[in-house]
Nanobody, 126 residues
């Protein structure tokens, strides 16, 4: 089992950057594939980015490609989401998620993830 805690959210102007972190408890972080999702008010939770267990594969929502970058540091039990060129439509609560398996696999469906953090608010002003 793994517990996830997000941090790094906040208020930023359009065009700015934020780096979200997802700290995981436990000693088996490297056995989990990781993902970032977001949920805006009145909308479904949507996939943003995913990274495989070994960090070798990543996958992104089309609208964030070239602006967001997902990574992980297995030695620090932490996953990251670097967000650049932020837009007002990126405003949402951002959640990290984990699931076991997937050494070279990324997962985009939220129902494929077993563990979730509590979320961190990202607000982008115009």
């Amino acid at each position: 089992q793994v517990q996830l805690v997000e941090s790094g959210g906040g208020l930023v102007q359009a065009g700015g950057s934020l780096r979200l972190s997802c700290a995981a408890s436990g000693r088996t972080f490297s056995s989990y594939a990781m993902g970032w999702f977001r949920q805006a008010p009145g909308k479904e939770r949507e996939f943003v980015a995913a990274v495989s267990q070994n960090g070798g594969r990543t996958y992104y929502l089309d609208s964030v490609k070239g602006r967001f970058s997902i990574s992980r540091d297995n030695a620090k039990n932490t996953a990251y989401l670097q967000m650049n060129s932020l837009k007002p439509e990126d405003t949402a609560i951002y959640y990290c998620a984990a699931r076991s398996g997937g050494y070279y696999t990324t997962y985009v469906n939220r129902y494929e993830y077993n563990y979730w953090g509590q979320g961190t608010q990202v607000t982008v002003s115009s």
